[in-house]
């Protein structure tokens, strides 16, 4: 009876979550899918994107610029410049589609207005079906040297199957400055909605399921939930929107390279056609939904090469993953945008098994780890080309794996001490050594459970004293030579490249430091008080992408809430003895004490009173550690709040997806 009322209570749960789930999507396609099915969409905006002039637009210049629509074209415009002075001349304007001239006109230099968008409206609105191409052609009928105009041109920034032509000239990786407004068919936008929202229902549903009828394990929730909601944000979170994923994407080619046998210095340009979108890897928009849904199938094309050097200096080992992703890719001779998904999608599958072991391993704080790992901010890196899949990977593993050795094992062998040098080789050299401080972990595992160190028998006191303790000399021995190892190595590279986010200037040095220990601390308080805010709340991702798609507040500090439950939900099991909570606290202080230091020295500008460039992301890997430090022994709370937090999560990310949907569909 009691078995048959329980099926019934799941059914009740079931369906009315099945429900609540429908009418928030329902409400989402009326309120914010439907307005965008007519929308007004731009092709090309000014709007952060580097841009220069094309130099006087004297007689015979000629300005052609093809690109690629969808739908109707409403009005489109083109800036200019006077070089703020009287100008005398004529220039045509004319948009063709497939070489139908659909609009013409001409205008004089002398109508023009400095630094100004001059908007051209079509009173006939062509249609653009989708594989046709549109051009717009600008050409000088007179204009003399010192009496001409000019127009504008993107640098670095071009949009795939858009091509710029200047006297017949090719430019390469720019496109002629201008907007195009339209009513674009965005129907794909809702097909697309449903798709997700299906995906994502089916999966919460099921997992309530799973929680309802069976004792389910909390790390096969998460490879179940993380999979979906991961493989979700491969799309929702379009590439190159992730914080220096431009830089990522070449360094993990410059390895799929070496795997390939193939120079790795070189890229096909069609594979680095990624590099052109029009802010692409900024600001999300509407225009980079439709390029994946339109390109998504379009196979790789044969094409020259691209020589670069090779991007990054974080420690080569952080790319392998995403590099095999790629190499997959070039050899089923998929196109640029799988090319691009197969990377990120293989680091998130790299991430979901090694947090899976984490979650499992670990004695307590399964919980913790679930919802930490499952955070908006580590969804976004881990579906990505950011090396901070693996750091958050392996240091979640090696708190996990430590952990598990101090408080559950009963003794521990050569093969465990072994896994725990890898893994601090792994992490010491990564993002300049912020994370050094993980080692302390390694003190918490007593010397009584080392067992195999007990059979070693030395009469000198001071040979039996580092034998005794020679796992902890041999963890600090590697953690040094493999920081010092990455480091030379780093500034050989730097040494090679040019310095990038600093416009040039000359940043703060260790000798200032160490002269100013003062100032510094001002600079250092100065910090604190102006970025705290920031730096917790992005730590659980209130700013996505490259910081341009922001979470409404109620989700962020809804997260907020279920940490902080997290953290003093009791436990059956063991907590933190006293000794090691302190020294877990120790060592978040010194990688968080680290972490600004080392902005202030690579990325601080001499001048600045504040550090620059620190994010919360940063702290990310040492998140678990201070959460299980805190842990609650003394509140008593007799509820089993596991299920509920998990569902919780799940619904939270649910929402999460659809405010990072809402945000990029209207611009």
Known sequence: MQSESKKKLTAIKLICLLLILFLIFLYFDYTIISPVISYVDRAIDATNIDFINIGEMTEGTVISQSFTWSGYITSFQIPFATFVRDNYGLFSVELLIDNNLVFSEILSFSDLYDNTFVEFHLATPPLIVSGEIAELIISTIHGEPGSSVTTFVTVNSMVPGYALYINDLYQENSNLLFKIYGLADNTFVRTSFWRFAILLGVCIIFILFLLERTKVKPELIFVIFAGVIGFTYLFVIPPLSVPDEFSHIRTSYWYSNLIM?????????????????????????????????????????????????????????????????????????????????????????????????????????KMIMFVVALLPMSIQQAASFSPDMMINALAFFFIAYILFLAYSKESVTIKDCILVIVLIALIAPTKGGVYLPLFLLCFFIPKTKLTYLQKINVKNKVLSYFSRNSFYFLVILVMLASFAVFAYYRIEVASTQDRAGQGGLSTYTLSYILSNPFSFIIIIINTLVQGSTFYFESTIGSFMGHLSIPIRK????????????????????????RNDKLISIFIVLSSFGLTLVAMFLGWTPEGDEAIRGVQGRYFKPVIPLLLIACMNSKIEIKANLDKAIILSVCILQLLTVLNIFEVVINR
């Open 261 to 365: 046998g193939h120079p790795g210095n070189s890229i096909r340009v069609t594979d680095l056609d990624f590099g052109g979108f029009a802010g692409f890897h900024y600001h999300p928009r509407l225009m980079n939904y439709r390029i994946l849904y339109e390109s998504f199938l379009e196979p790789s094309q044969a094409g020259g090469t691209y020589f670069q050097q090779r991007p990054s200096s974080e420690p080569s080992y952080l790319y392998f993953i995403s590099a095999f992703g790629i190499t997959l890719a070039r050899v089923l001779r998929l196109g640029t945008i799988p090319l691009l998904l197969m990377g990120s999608l293989f680091n998130l599958v790299f991430y979901i098994a090694v947090v899976y072991f984490a979650i499992k391993i670990i004695p307590f704080g």
């Open 554 to 577: 109620i989700l962020v500090y809804a997260y907020l809430v279920l940490i902080t439950i997290t953290a003093i939900k009791p436990e059956k099991s063991l907590s933190l003895t």
